[in-house]
């Protein structure tokens, strides 16, 4: 009977052997074979494997090879230990998790500074970085842009904007802001052979239609921002609605980080000042009820069908525009 251990040169096979030892009665293994392709590496392990049986009475014979062929020839039982991509692939395996990410945090709690002081550490890890910041729509583009110039120190040779009327390109701009409808169609080629960190703002908005296509994007790290990140209208095959980490941008974004800032966290932290809400109730006439529920219902069914999602962005915000409106004209 013989045990073959694939990536026999792992520093987890001594761990491995020292098991086997304790559980020799249900697995009497006469012959253990280590294999891997990092010669040195494997020879040090078979040496210290043997060392290890030899303490333990010989129980088993150790060989290795790096020969996969000749280690799992005749083997009963065959253990995979390998690494693919070896140790540099466990420093980016490790770091991907700091790469990617959803801040969650309820309006005026600072999700802008969030992301900018991000910016600040991503550069710092990659010198060269560009940044292409996502919103939903033109008024957000400006603001935006000028924060970044603002807080970093940075000049608009350095901040651009992509929307209709700017066509500015991450090859000669350190950091852009993108409204995801030019975003979608252009994106993905401009970060082409860049190292890139995508910040999405309002980032449940880019998980509608057309707008995932911004994923298609090569990026190095993801950051989402929004106070409401899970999206009401994504629900499975039964009608339920889906939780955050199955929803389609947040599988592209990665987990919310926490802890998340809702209005009662970000109350109790002191980021939020105590505020009170008071409704004020209006009389409406019948004629007047009937337009609000008919508008109402037009918004319901709007939401609910992701209609708005689907539109550019400066009709969408038409469209609301012309609803609050006719609303503002009841």
């Known amino acids: 009977m013989k045990l073959a251990v694939i990536g026999g040169g792992s520093s987890y096979t001594p761990e491995l052997l020292d098991g086997l030892f304790s559980r020799l009665d249900a697995i009497p293994v006469p012959h253990v074979w280590l294999m891997a392709p990092a010669a040195e590496r494997l020879a040090i392990n078979a040496g210290f494997a043997r060392r290890m049986a030899e303490r333990h009475g010989n129980p088993f014979a150790v060989q290795h090879t790096q020969d996969m062929r000749e280690a799992v ?108 409808d030019s975003a979608r169609t252009a994106l993905a080629k401009d970060c082409e052979g860049l190292q890139v960190l995508l910040v999405v703002d309002e980032c449940h908005r880019s998980g509608s239609g057309k707008n995932l296509q911004i994923y298609r994007a090569p990026t190095h790290f993801r950051l989402g921002l929004s106070a409401t990140a899970q999206r009401q209208g994504e629900v499975d095959e039964d009608g339920v ?83 609050e409106g006719q609303l503002r004209g009841i």
């Open 73 to 180: 020839r005749g083997a009963k039982y065959v253990v995979t230990q390998i690494r693919v991509g070896q140790m540099q692939a466990r420093i980016e395996d490790e770091k991907l998790g700091r790469r990617h990410g959803i801040i969650e945090a309820v309006t005026g709690t600072g999700k802008t500074l969030a992301a900018i002081a991000c910016i600040v550490d991503a550069v710092a890890e990659v010198p060269d970085l560009r940044v292409a910041v996502v919103v939903p729509a033109q008024q957000l583009a400006r603001p935006w842009a000028q924060e970044l110039m603002t807080r970093l120190g940075l000049t608009e040779r350095e901040v651009g904007l992509r929307m209709t009327g700017s066509k500015a390109s991450l090859r000669t701009h350190r950091i852009v802001v993108w409204v995801i």
């Open 241 to 323: 609605l889906l939780p955050l980490e199955r929803q389609a941008h947040a599988r592209e974004l990665g987990p919310t980080l926490e802890p998340r800032l809702t209005v009662a966290v970000a109350e109790r932290m002191g980021i939020l000042p105590p505020f009170k809400l008071v409704h004020h109730g209006l009389s409406l006439s019948p004629a007047e009820q009937e337009k609000y529920f008919q508008l109402s219902r037009s918004v319901t069914h709007a939401a609910s069908h992701d209609e708005l999602g689907a539109l550019p962005a400066e009709q969408a915000a038409q469209v609301l525009a012309e609803i």
